[in-house]
């Protein structure tokens, strides 16, 4: 059993509670940076894949995990924060690190505007009013024919940085790279919202209304400043989306993304940052594990060519039908009773991760 | 001038009228007691102050100024803080993560610096926490610093209750109901708190208690409300024997066999 012994009130702000996390994460940073030197194109692009989901599930979570307003149509601002990029690159000529930043504020100061309706809207009401926001989006990205190429789409520019061309295809580690910076970036930023002021009036606001409001804080500028940052960070990982996928149309940003983004943060553990990681990997992983697993049943039952309509949103679905069964804090939370197993062991009692019927207010209908 | 006034406050609720011309104020440094029966509007007139509700006519004045331009969220800032009936804490968070959103009105920095959490939000933070850490010790919350709300026993959420109200530094504070819900001994244990508060923290404190015992104990006024209206204000030992509280309290053949 581990005790810790604080000295000092930085001890509950520094980042690391002790240095045995913080050489774990700089292990896993040293590795993730280490990781194109392993793997071929196919699989550097994959993890691309999964550091863009986690930057865009992070956008979710502090929204939804931390303060508690879910939404159904953050496709809608990846959406946007990808054209906007593009537009401004091509368009405008402005280098990808001016574009990339526009893009994220840009799509910021979409967010906000979006918070003026949320603060009459709660729990499913506000997920089926962002749900027609995604469903709109579509259709605003046909209309809007002379700048986002309308059904036949825009094809993502070169991104060069200080001289160096950076290209998912021509170079996807340097791609990668930067993902992994722009991950790591938002992180960082994260985890300080988190411990400072505004963090915690996220979480007043989510747990109860009433009482944030007593202490002080203003729930039309809290749920905005929530808008507003998730939407930035959100539009940042639309931006990278666009140069993944390198081409793209209206139908990339469908509602099944939202959905997925969703989904991908109650699975990874809602209101955490670990959560949005755990998520993104699960996502990432799970579509090519189901391809393997179709290479290996044709494989060895013959009939070449095996596909089955609609597989893997079934698998998805079932994934999270488990998950709000029987784990409903997600992987983050598996992960939190393992570690307290390990460190109280053997004092850990079987009564103490009792299921206690005390959900988020998000998850409950208002 | 003092603390808090309520001038002629009304309040309706469709056709049932909560409050009906309630007027009293609140000296600095007093410990004020509003008593009365069930829908006498206690509550009512505790969310009017924190400005959950409208009044259909009438004043409240902080400091001798008007409150009743300002929204919910402006309340706090001006140094009033309060206590819920039941309980509304921040369940998923720990003791101390629910004490510092109490420090949220004393906040100086901007979104962007605490994105970035630059050296000012670091001292800032310290700051608070040592402000949060000296309710702690006034309310010997040590043993629960870490915990989540969700797990804790009645008792001591009350008492977090009142340490989230106090880290605000208010000039007044509002409890609703602080003994309701808690055995004896720990409803003596909230008497000397109460008592500290105005000694030690220099807080004014407006109450709403049903327990005579402790209303008699900690308080200098007691405020007595029936069925909107008040009934009578004084010492609490003017307040029991007072005609008109005995028949509230007890029934009117009760008053004339007393």
């Given at each position: 059993m581990r005790v810790q012994l604080k000295t000092s009130y930085h001890h509950d702000i520094r980042?690391?509670?002790?240095a045995r996390r913080a050489l774990r994460f700089a292990g896993l940073v040293a590795l993730a940076i280490a990781l194109p030197f392993g793997l071929d194109d196919f699989l550097i692009g994959e993890a691309t894949n999964v550091l863009i989901w986690a930057i865009a599930g992070m956008g979710l979570m502090v929204l939804t995990g931390h303060a508690g307003q879910p939404s159904l149509g953050h496709a809608a601002f990846l959406a946007a924060g990808c054209y906007v990029n593009a537009i401004l690159m091509e368009r405008f000529g402005l280098p990808f690190l001016a574009s990339f930043t526009l893009a994220g504020i840009v799509t910021g100061l979409a967010g906000v505007l979006i918070a003026i309706p949320a603060l009459r809207l709660h729990g499913i009401y506000l997920a089926i009013a962002t749900l027609a926001l995604s469903v709109l989006t579509e259709d605003i990205i046909v209309l809007a024919e002379p700048w986002t190429g309308g059904v036949v789409g825009l094809v993502a520019p070169t991104i060069t940085i200080a001289g160096v061309e950076v290209d998912r295809y021509g170079s996807p580690d340097r791609f990668y790279w930067l993902c992994l910076a722009v991950a790591l970036l938002v992180t960082l930023g994260y985890r300080n919202v988190l411990r400072a002021s505004l963090g915690r009036a996220f979480v007043a606001v989510r747990d109860s209304e009433v009482s944030a409001q007593a202490m002080g804080v203003n729930l039309a500028r809290t749920k905005a400043a929530a808008f507003g940052l998730s939407c930035m960070v959100t539009g940042w990982a639309g931006a990278l989306m666009g140069h993944f996928f390198f081409t793209f149309n209206?139908?990339?940003?469908?509602?099944v993304i939202s959905i997925q983004l969703l989904l991908m943060i109650v699975i990874g553990g809602l209101g955490s940052i670990q959560g949005a990681w755990y998520g993104a990997i699960v996502v990432g992983i799970v579509p090519q594990a189901i391809n393997v697993a179709r290479d290996w049943v044709t494989g060895a039952f013959g009939g070449g060519g095996l596909a089955i309509p609609g597989i893997e949103a079934g698998i998805f679905g079932l994934i999270l039908v488990f998950f709000i069964l029987f784990e409903p804090l997600g992987i983050h939370g598996r992960i939190m009773k393992w570690r307290v197993w390990f460190d109280l062991f053997p004092l850990c009692r079987r009564d103490m991760f009792r299921r206690q019927k005390s959900y988020l207010r998000t998850e409950r209908m208002r | 001038m003092s603390l808090l006034e309520v001038r002629d406050v009304s309040l309706r609720f469709g056709g049932v009228?909560?409050?009906?011309r309630v007027s009293f104020s609140v000296e600095r440094g007093e410990v004020f007691a509003i008593v009365g029966p069930n829908g006498a509007g206690k509550s009512t007139l505790f969310n009017l102050i924190s400005r959950f509700c409208e009044p259909a006519q009438g004043e409240v004045r902080f400091e001798g100024e008007s409150i009743l331009g300002r929204p919910a969220s402006g309340i706090a800032a001006l140094g009033i803080a309060r206590t819920f009936q039941n309980i509304e804490l921040f369940?998923?968070?720990t003791v101390l993560e629910n004490l510092l959103v109490g420090r949220h009105v004393r906040r100086r920095a901007d979104i962007v610096s605490q994105i970035v959490f630059t050296p000012a939000v670091r001292r800032e933070e310290i700051a608070h926490r040592a402000a949060v850490e000296r309710v702690i010790d006034f309310l010997d919350l040590q043993p629960y610093?870490?915990?989540?709300?969700?797990?804790?026993?009645y008792g001591v959420r009350k008492m977090v209750e009142v340490g989230r109200a106090l880290s605000i530094e208010p000039k007044l504070i509002l409890l609703d109901e602080p003994a309701s819900g808690l055995s004896p001994e720990e409803t003596t244990d909230m008497r000397f708190r109460i008592d500290d508060i105005r000694k030690r923290m220099g807080a004014t404190v407006l109450m709403v208690e049903h327990d005579m015992g402790l209303v008699t104990a900690v308080s200098d006024r007691v405020l007595v409300l029936a069925d909107g209206q008040v009934v009578t204000a004084g010492t609490p030992d003017e307040v029991r024997t007072h005609p008109k509280v005995i028949e509230a309290w007890l029934g009117a053949d009760a008053g004339e066999a007393a």
């Open positions: 980042l690391f509670p002790d209206h139908e990339v940003f469908t509602i | 009228t909560a409050l009906d369940e998923h968070s610093r870490e915990q989540r709300i969700a797990g804790l026993p």
